[in-house]
T-cell receptor, first 116, second 113 residues
Framework: AQSVTQLGSHVSVSEGALVLLRCNYSSSVPPYLFWYVQYPNQGLQLLLKYTTGATLVKGINGFEAEFKKSETSFHLTKPSAHMSDAAEYFCAVSDNYGGSQGNLIFGKGTKLSVKP | DGGITQSPKYLFRKEGQNVTLSCEQNLNHDAMYWYRQDPGQGLRLIYYSQIVNDFQKGDIAEGYSVSREKKESFPLTVTSAQKNPTAFYLC????????????FGNGTRLTVT
C-alpha cells in the first residue's frame, strides 16, 4: 500500500529565503503525486501535481516540485519565501490499488512559518 | 462561480446527539469525499462516493454515515457512536478519480461537549 512521509512538521524560514518542504512516498507502481496548501480554517488548495511526463512540475505562487523516482521523493521548493506563504502544506499520493484506486493518501502536513 | 459549499462553518453539539454536515457542489463532479482533519494527523478519509446512490467506507468510517441521493449533495452524519467527533471536517470532489485533483470546501469545525 502507498504511504506518504513529510519530514518536519514545522519549518521556519526568513522572508526571501529558499523554501524546501520534503515529501517521500512509497509505491510499487508509478504514482500520481500532489501538493496542497491550507490556510487557517480553510480547505485545501492544489499547488501542483505530477502524473506523467516532465519530472519538474511548476505550480501556483512560484512553487515547484521535482519527482525523483530513484529517491521516491517529491520535494516542494520556492526560491524566495514571502510572508503570504505561511500556511500548512500537504503532500499526497494517489492510491493505485483495487477498489480504492484514485483515493488520495495524505502526509501529516508541514506548517511553514515565514519570519520578517 | 463553481465550487464546494460546506455549511455551517462552526457547529456545536452536546454529546449523544447526531449531527449532519452539509456539502454541496456545482462543479458537476461525479466523485465526492469526506475527510476528517485533526492537528498533526493530516487528512483521513471517512467516506467517498463515485456516483449517485453509491458510496464506500474510507479508513475511519465507524460512527459516521452518508447519503448520495443527488449528484450535487453528499451530507455527512456524525452519530453518537463516534467516540471522538470533535474535529475539522472537509468535503471534496473530483471529476476524474485517478488523475484529477480534489476540490475542497472550506470545512466545518465541529465541537462536541
Amino acid at each position: 500500500a502507498q504511504s506518504v512521509t513529510q519530514l518536519g512538521s514545522h519549518v521556519s524560514v526568513s522572508e526571501g529565503a529558499l523554501v524546501l518542504l520534503r515529501c517521500n512516498y512509497s509505491s510499487s507502481v508509478p504514482p500520481y503525486l500532489f501538493w496542497y496548501v491550507q490556510y487557517p480554517n480553510q480547505g485545501l488548495q492544489l499547488l501542483l501535481k505530477y502524473t506523467t511526463g516532465a519530472t519538474l512540475v511548476k505550480g501556483i505562487n512560484g512553487f515547484e516540485a521535482e519527482f525523483k523516482k530513484s529517491e521516491t521523493s517529491f520535494h516542494l521548493t520556492k526560491p524566495s519565501a514571502h510572508m503570504s506563504d505561511a500556511a500548512e502544506y500537504f503532500c499526497a499520493v494517489s492510491d493505485n490499488y483495487g477498489g480504492s484506486q484514485g483515493n488520495l493518501i495524505f502526509g501529516k502536513g508541514t506548517k511553514l512559518s515565514v519570519k520578517p | 462561480d463553481g465550487g464546494i459549499t460546506q455549511s455551517p462553518k462552526y457547529l456545536f453539539r452536546k454529546e449523544g446527539q447526531n449531527v449532519t454536515l452539509s456539502c454541496e457542489q456545482n462543479l458537476n463532479h461525479d466523485a465526492m469525499y469526506w475527510y476528517r482533519q485533526d492537528p498533526g494527523q493530516g487528512l483521513r478519509l471517512i467516506y467517498y462516493s463515485q456516483i449517485v446512490n453509491d458510496f464506500q467506507k474510507g479508513d475511519i468510517a465507524e460512527g459516521y454515515s452518508v447519503s448520495r441521493e443527488k449528484k450535487e449533495s453528499f451530507p455527512l452524519t456524525v452519530t453518537s457512536a463516534q467516540k471522538n467527533p470533535t474535529a475539522f471536517y472537509l468535503c471534496a470532489s473530483s471529476g476524474d478519480r485517478i488523475r484529477s485533483p480534489l476540490h475542497f470546501g472550506n470545512g466545518t469545525r465541529l465541537t462536541v461537549t
